[in-house]
């Protein structure tokens, strides 16, 4: 009777056999364009590209604004922006530091500055914004009473 145990040429046939598996992120089985693989990006190409710089901005906003407003601010900052730093209001003004990728801080602006149209959000009010270089001194966004 043979024996059933595999031998060092049979496991080295098999594994030339076996197709590659795929170098690229997305591959194309050429036989059939129906069939295709997609590997996931590594988390550290999610967080930064060779184009995309980190900066910090302040922003100034002067008016009223209520509770409401910096519940969503710190919704739109750290949830769905992925930006950290701090909310810290005044009766008279909100000062906002951001930190982060430099395109989602100028959203993040543009988010502000909508203002009354966002329901009632703040009151008129002005943004102003002072940019300075990434310090990457936080970890999340804060919202803060002033002391």
Same mark, same amino acid.
């Given at each position: 009777m043979p024996s059933t145990t595999f031998t &060092? %040429? +049979? +496991?080295l046939l098999l594994l030339l056999l076996l197709p590659p598996k &795929? /170098? !690229?992120s997305f591959h194309v089985t050429p036989n059939n364009p129906r069939t295709c693989t997609f $590997?996931?990006?590594s988390p550290s190409s999610l967080f930064s590209s $060779? !184009?995309?710089e980190t900066a910090q901005a302040t922003l100034t906003i002067k008016g009223e604004a209520g509770g409401y407003f910096r519940a969503r601010a710190h919704s739109e900052a750290s949830k769905f922006r992925s930006l950290t730093g701090s909310l810290t209001f /005044? &009766?008279?003004s909100h000062k906002i530091v951001v930190e982060g990728s430099k395109k989602k801080i100028e959203g993040f602006i543009r988010w502000c500055r909508k203002g009354e149209g966002m329901g009632g959000l703040y009151d008129g009010?002005? %943004?102003d914004v002072e940019w300075s270089d990434f310090e990457g001194i936080w970890d999340d966004f804060y919202v803060q009473d002033s002391e």
């Open positions: &060092p %040429v +049979l +496991l &795929p /170098t !690229s $590997a996931r990006p $060779a !184009s995309d /005044t &009766p008279e009010g002005q %943004v």
